[in-house]
């Protein structure tokens, strides 16, 4: 089993920066994909940032070049650099990892506000 513990969300002004992490622990074999969800009130998660072991990522277009994942593999932690933040970003951000035997495991989530 795999336990992720998210950090760094709050409460923040429109235009501001919030900084995310989240770390893994546990029964850890070997984690591909480490990736960042959100969810509004009153609506579906949503993927919206992902990186590969490798260093590959990907964005939604809701937040592409205003927010930054990136991942640090021997912690075994991921991050979110969240710049120029607006009151629609305002969700529950939750972090998704997938080993490399397919296994995927969810954190328990952060809240980000953002107010205008």
């Known amino acids: 089993q795999v336990q992720l513990v998210e950090s760094g969300g709050g409460l923040v002004q429109a235009g501001g920066s919030l900084r995310l992490s989240c770390a893994a622990s546990?029964?850890?074999?070997?984690?591909?994909?480490m990736a960042w969800y959100r969810q509004a009130p009153g609506k579906q998660r949503e993927f919206f940032a992902a990186?590969?072991?490798?260093?590959?990522?990907t964005y939604a277009d809701s937040v592409k070049g205003r927010f930054t994942i990136s991942r640090d593999n021997a912690k075994n932690t991921v991050y979110l650099q969240m710049n120029s933040l607006k009151p629609e970003d305002t969700a529950v951000y939750y972090c998704?990892?997938?080993?490399?035997?397919?296994?995927?495991?969810w954190g328990k989530g952060t809240l980000v506000t953002v107010s205008s």
């Open positions: 546990g029964s850890i074999f070997s984690i591909n994909t």
């Open positions: 990186i590969t072991s490798g260093g590959s990522t």
């Open positions: 998704n990892v997938v080993e490399g035997d397919g296994m995927g495991y």
